[in-house]
């Protein structure tokens, strides 16, 4: 992801003429125009910061934008003051089948508020939609036995079917402890 700082001096001079205005939200939904689609993420997740967004603002914003606009509001989510109250973004970025969308989600604001059992299914959902699982931050951190039974499960079901299984989901098993043995019967 581009950064404030590897913007390009043209995109770089629109961002500084649209901060501290009251025109920033505006300047938010037509980054694109502006700066190229190559650096508007980047000025999208600045307007949000320098604002200060709220999870209010963050949510109209997610709610009536488009893809990228999403995008940067999930991007920009583990640095604006909202708190836990931005979850339903995430949750709903997961549901989607886009996968910028849900790399997007599975962010550092994901691994620090998203429930363990949310969590774990959006792992999943990398896996399922070809999100590469190094996009999920705090993989190593927090994976637990329940999600390498999953992910083991999910394997076992892909080679019963005789399809492949994702290199992913080994990765993401090697960051896992081994799931608990199967209670005797």
């Not at 629109?14 to 125009?33: C, N």
């Not at 640095?79 to 550092?108: F, S, W």
């Not at 959902?125 to 999920?136: A, L, S």
């Amino acid at each position: 992801m581009l950064t404030e700082t590897s913007l390009t001096p043209a995109a770089r001079a629109w961002l500084d003429g649209v901060l501290g205005t009251d025109a920033w939200e505006a300047a938010f939904t037509s980054a694109g125009r502006h700066v190229g689609r190559a650096a508007a993420d980047a000025v999208r997740v600045a307007l949000l910061r320098a604002a200060g967004a709220d999870a209010a603002t963050a949510a109209r914003l997610y709610r009536h934008g488009d893809g990228a606009e999403r995008r940067a509001v999930l991007r920009a989510l583990p640095h604006l003051p909202v708190g836990a109250d931005a979850l339903p973004l995430v949750e709903d970025a997961l549901r989607t089948n886009d996968p910028r969308l849900i790399a997007a989600a599975v962010g550092p604001y994901a691994a620090r508020h998203l429930d363990q059992h949310l969590w774990r299914h959006a792992v999943l959902k990398c896996v399922f939609t070809d999100v590469p699982v190094t996009e999920v931050a705090g993989l190593a951190d927090r994976a637990d036995p329940e999600l390498s039974r999953m992910l083991t499960d999910f394997a076992a079901e892909r080679t019963a079917a005789g399809r492949p299984v994702p290199a992913d989901v080994r990765h993401a098993l090697a960051l896992s402890p081994p799931p608990a043995p199967a209670p005797e019967a």
